[in-house]
Antibody
């Protein structure tokens, strides 16, 4: 059973940096999937932040790319998210999830099949 | 503004069928595979449909997906009160090089 668990501070200050960790159990992150971060502001739809392969370069949402770093630690079987220059607009539930790569003439990221429970992050002074 | 457009809400009676549309463009739905997620209030999004029409293990066949051109549709038959949730479509946008989601549709089973 694949399980993901996010952890990190629930309250961060404006202009600060958010750091979250996603611990994966029941599955090795080195086993050929992508691992992504998605956020969902209260009352709104999901927004993809970015995804990373076990050893490859991460993909980032162009709208957040200048503020985001996603990394993977295969020894700990976890992925991490850092988001800087925070504003109130970054207040959201943050999820990590396992993601499949569509094998096609031009491969692309697509569906998320396992999600963590999410962690609510509030940006406020 | 979401890249993919969904109606904010739909409703139908128990036992009936409802269709939830998701409209996009040639760079996203028109070119790539679509997935659908169900989110019951207060819970985590759950994968319902992937590769336009496929259901993960455990998802009943009351849920089905389709695609035509730059639009996709989620059909739910035999509606149950437990189907009340927000439904989101998602896909890859080749122009943006990003995973994109719809704004979501709230299903009410009257």
């Amino acid at each position: 059973q694949v399980q993901l668990q996010e952890s990190g501070p629930g309250l961060v200050k404006p202009s600060g940096t958010l750091s979250l960790t996603c611990a994966v159990s029941g599955f090795s992150i080195s086993s050929g999937y992508y691992w992504g971060w998605i956020r969902q502001p209260p009352g709104k739809g999901p927004e993809w932040i970015g995804s990373i392969y076990q050893s490859g370069s991460p993909y980032y949402n162009p709208s957040l790319k200048s503020r985001v770093i996603i990394s993977v630690d295969t020894s700990k079987n976890q992925i991490s998210l850092k988001l800087n220059s925070l504003t109130a607009a970054d207040t959201a539930m943050y999820y990590c999830a396992r993601q499949r790569l569509k094998v096609a003439a031009n491969p692309y990221l697509y569906y998320f099949d396992y999600w963590g429970q999410g962690t609510l992050v509030t940006v406020s002074s | 503004q979401s890249v993919l457009t969904q109606p904010p809400s739909v409703s139908a009676a128990p036992g009936q069928k409802v269709s939830i549309p998701c409209s996009g463009s040639s760079s996203n739905i028109g070119d790539n595979s679509v997935s659908w997620y169900q989110q019951i209030p207060g819970t985590v999004p759950k994968l319902l449909i992937y590769d336009i029409t496929k259901r993960p293990s455990g998802i009943p066949d009351r849920f089905s997906g389709s695609k035509s051109g730059t639009s996709a549709t989620l059909d739910i038959t035999g509606l149950q009160t437990g189907d009340e949730a927000d439904y989101y479509c998602g896909t890859w946008d080749s122009g943006l090089s990003a995973v994109v989601f719809g704004g979501g549709t709230k299903l009410t089973v009257l």
